[in-house]
């Protein structure tokens, strides 16, 4: 993370956005897969991410295997934590 996104974080407590996801995120997965994966993170059902993000639950389904192999994950609530949650 940038120092100036450092303090932008540091100024705006509880703010959620890409450009502030842990570095280890961002170089991990592709941007649907880290879009995808912030809205679970947060609690959004995978039919709402599919609404969202215009595309089929199916695709969710998939990038969120993507995600939890990259990371080595295995379930929402350590999503959630890596994202900071």
Not at 1 to 8: E, I, P
Not at 79 to 84: R, S
């Amino acid at each position: 993370m940038t120092a100036r996104a450092v303090g932008l974080q540091a100024l705006l407590p509880g703010v959620r956005t890409p450009g502030l996801h842990p570095p280890h995120i961002q170089a991990l997965l592709a941007p649907r897969e880290r879009e995808a994966a912030a809205l679970a993170a947060s609690g959004v059902t995978g039919q709402a991410i599919a609404d969202a993000l215009g595309i089929g639950v199916r695709t969710v389904e998939s990038y969120m295997r993507s995600t939890y192999s990259k990371l080595g994950l295995a379930n929402r609530a350590e999503l959630a934590e890596a994202f900071g949650f």
